[in-house]
């Protein structure tokens, strides 16, 4: 599949997928969104991918926000469309994927690059990145998730500080709130990813997809997230997976996985 504005490399059960508008500093544009989707849905079909890497190019931006431009003119009815469009193509897509997400976050997450960051099912960060929602310095608030994901992620307050402030977090800032989980050097961030990832891919593909339901179901409104965990509980025993990891936990070897 080509892209124009992301890269696309599979390797050992790993997809890295980088935005790559290193000159706009990977910020979000509607081409790009589109691209991401079918980048994320392209990995997550092959059976073959056991974890996804979100980054950007270059060294001072994961996604630096949107591309003001393209919608600075819109009404009311245009900007409603533009933030339902995205959350359901890209944002909440990935949040419910069913193949785990890793965000690199290479330098400044803002605006719509964090929101895409909090999408992922968790974060880490080199050690010179920033983290913010400065949307209403312009007159707007986040449109991607932000206000539902960054609560959940750091709690009521916080959120509510760094929002109405518009300011940025560092790395350090971004760890003790939780918001990320590891912070590393710049140049061991795709690394130290990998590294997390291996682990990841070691254990049953469809185990992890189901604590991802399961999970996701605690933060989703009308949802028993307790009713969700027993039926997909329920659920693994019916899985090759299920047999052979108790099958070799009795044998004392290591599992092999086929992901069924």
């Known amino acids: 599949m ?11 059960g790993i997809t890295t997928i980088t935005i790559n508008r290193e000159n706009k500093l990977n910020a979000l ?16 079909k092959d059976k073959s991918t056991k974890v996804i890497i979100l980054t950007g190019s270059g060294d001072k931006a994961f996604v630096a926000g949107a591309d003001i431009s393209e919608f600075a003119d819109f009404d009311i009815e245009e900007a409603t469309v533009l933030a339902a469009k995205g959350q359901e193509m890209l944002f909440n897509f990935i949040e419910n994927l069913s193949t785990p997400v890793i965000a690199a976050v290479n330098g400044f997450a803002l605006g719509g690059g964090l929101e895409l ?8 960060a080199s050690d010179n990145a920033k983290l913010g929602l400065p949307e209403v310095s312009l007159g707007v608030i986040p449109g991607y998730g932000g206000t539902q994901r960054l609560p959940q992620l750091v709690g009521k307050g916080r959120a509510m500080e760094m929002i109405m402030t518009a300011g940025m977090i560092n790395a350090n800032q971004a760890l003790t709130y939780g918001l990320v989980n590891h912070i590393t050097a710049l140049e061991e961030l795709i690394p130290l990813c990998e590294k997390i990832a291996s682990k990841i891919s070691q254990n049953s593909s469809v185990a992890i997809s189901s604590v ?4 996701n179901a605690n933060f989703t409104d009308g949802i028993n997230g307790y009713g969700v965990e ?4 329920g659920k693994c025993f019916g899985t090759d997976d299920f047999k052979e990891g108790t099958t070799a936990f009795l044998q004392k070897r290591k599992a092999d996985f086929t992901g069924s």
């Open 2 to 12: 080509k892209f124009n504005n992301i890269l696309f490399k599979a390797n050992n």
């Open 29 to 44: 544009n509607k081409e790009t969104i589109e691209e991401l989707h079918d980048a994320f849905y392209e990995a997550d």
């Open 117 to 124: 960051a909090m999408a992922c099912h968790f974060r880490v």
């Open 212 to 215: 991802i339901k399961a999970v």
């Open 230 to 233: 027993i039926n997909e509980f």
